[in-house]
């Protein structure tokens, strides 16, 4: 399984941006699609999740408000719409797929079996 996240780059304060994150090469879709992000010097913290039916999402609280996450289960591609982006959130951003049939979305980044490769999301002020 392999996921490819995309979307990052250079804003301003207060902009938007969409990230997306790809699934290819597996033969399931993966249960709990979660976004992540590690700052240089920082650990890797939870951003958002999703579960496969949509109907549980769960978020950092640092994030709510302003990111919102979403799956498009026939094509396989998690979303994070950023709003109201903040220096702070400048951070690199990994996607995770969970096999785990679990009715949470876990914030622990162990739960997550695959990763992506990560994308820059830079906000300056």
């Known amino acids: 399984v392999q996921l490819q996240a995309s979307g990052g780059g250079l804003v301003q304060a207060g902009d938007s941006l969409t990230l997306s994150c790809v699934v290819s090469g597996g033969t399931f879709s993966p249960n709990v699609m979660g976004w992540f992000r590690q700052a240089p010097g920082n650990e890797r913290q939870f951003v958002a999740g999703?579960?496969?039916?949509?109907?549980?999402?769960n978020y950092a609280d640092s994030v709510k408000g302003r990111f919102t996450i979403s799956r498009d289960n026939r094509e396989n591609t998690a979303y994070l719409q950023m709003n109201s982006l903040k220096p702070e959130d400048t951070a690199v951003y990994y996607c995770?797929?969970?096999?785990?049939?679990?009715?949470?979305?876990?914030?622990?980044?162990?739960?997550?079996?695959?990763w992506g490769q990560g994308t820059l999301v830079t906000v300056s002020s």
């Open positions: 999703i579960r496969l039916t949509a109907t549980r999402t």
């Open positions: 995770a797929a969970s096999r785990t049939q679990t009715m949470f979305v876990s914030k622990d980044p162990a739960s997550y079996d695959f």
